[in-house]
């Protein structure tokens, strides 16, 4: 074979591996467009884009592990969500290295510029609601799933607030702990952050109810929203205080939506915690949002009822 055949062959072969290079790199480009349009991949990523659309459509979104997906990520962030939760979700617990991201990421949080005011945290964080769309997701919605989003709806109402950074189910774990501990754990997780930050103005223990779907849920302004209803330990010795306090906040969201909260109840004696680590601070409250029958869409819609009237409260005190 001549010296010139044996380079017209070499060239050819370039050139095919080019094109399939091109090809390839097509399609991954191709891929991760579409890919960055619709699938989630984790609860963390659903929440995001749940906050993220307005109405809470379901847009969802997932991404490449690959090479070019890295490449490409920042050029392609088609759907960069505006909520706190840009980041993802990783939590701490007293045994782990393993850091929380909370680095609020959209306008409304970066101009507070403010000590935050509210501290939202969750003694049972395993509670869910119901979400039966979601079930190919693999997503079972929560109370920790509502928290962020309070966190959310306060910032657009120019309130700071923080959201409990452990993973209290690890923790309990790690500490042989049973179900029946969970308000020492979580007594245990955010006395130092309640002793640090002077700022705070309320102090939310948010959880969801055990009780039938007629009797948790309202019909206002044509949505269904999740009835909401707060818990006073009365064998706190200060637990005027926080009932005070309490009912300050119940009574502006009664004069506004008198069908969506069920009101006040102070609880004491046998088979009733008492406490509920109300005794940390005269500004802490236990707040339920829903019932086991409630939808996450529901909570949403409560969520954005109340988030300015804690806003209102918040400014006056």
Not at 73 to 92: D, R
Not at 105 to 126: A, M, W
Request: net charge neutral; hydrophobic share 35%; aromatic share 10%.
């Amino acid at each position: 074979m001549s010296k010139m055949k044996l380079v017209k062959k070499r060239k050819f072969k370039y050139r095919i591996l080019f094109y399939l290079f091109l090809i390839f790199l097509g399609y991954e480009l191709s891929y991760n467009i579409i890919m960055n349009f619709k699938l989630v991949s984790n609860n963390e990523d659903f929440v995001k884009a749940l906050i993220a659309d307005s109405n809470y459509h379901l847009l969802y979104e997932k991404k490449a592990s690959n090479l070019f997906s890295k490449m490409f990520s920042h050029i392609l962030n088609i759907n960069k969500p505006l909520s706190i939760l840009e980041t993802s979700m990783p939590f701490k617990t007293k045994e782990t290295t393993m850091t929380y991201v909370s680095n609020p990421n959209f306008s409304e949080v970066e101009d507070l510029n403010t000590e935050p005011t509210v501290y939202i945290y969750n003694s049972h964080q395993s509670e869910e609601y119901q979400g039966d769309a979601l079930e190919n997701y693999n997503i079972k919605p929560g109370v920790m799933m509502a928290s962020y989003i309070l966190q959310d709806k306060l910032a657009e109402n120019k309130v700071k607030a923080l959201v409990m950074e452990d993973n209290l189910v690890d923790y309990m774990n790690i500490n042989n702990m049973s179900y029946s501990k969970s308000y020492q754990a979580a007594r245990n997780l955010i006395t130092e952050t309640i002793q640090n930050t002077p700022s705070l103005k309320l102090i939310i223990d948010l959880h969801r109810d055990a009780l039938a779907k007629d009797k948790s849920t309202t019909i206002i302004n044509n949505k269904s929203c999740a009835k909401i209803i707060f818990v006073i330990g009365k064998e706190n010795p200060g637990y005027q205080s926080n009932l005070d306090m309490t009912n300050k906040i119940n009574d502006k969201i009664k004069a506004k939506y008198p069908s969506l909260t069920r009101g006040v109840i102070g609880k004491e004696g046998k088979g009733n915690n008492g406490v509920y680590n109300q005794d940390l601070n005269p500004k802490m409250t236990l707040l339920e949002i829903g019932g086991e029958e409630n939808t996450i869409d529901e909570v949403l819609n409560t969520i954005e009822l109340i988030a300015p009237i804690i806003g209102e409260y918040i400014n006056e005190n």
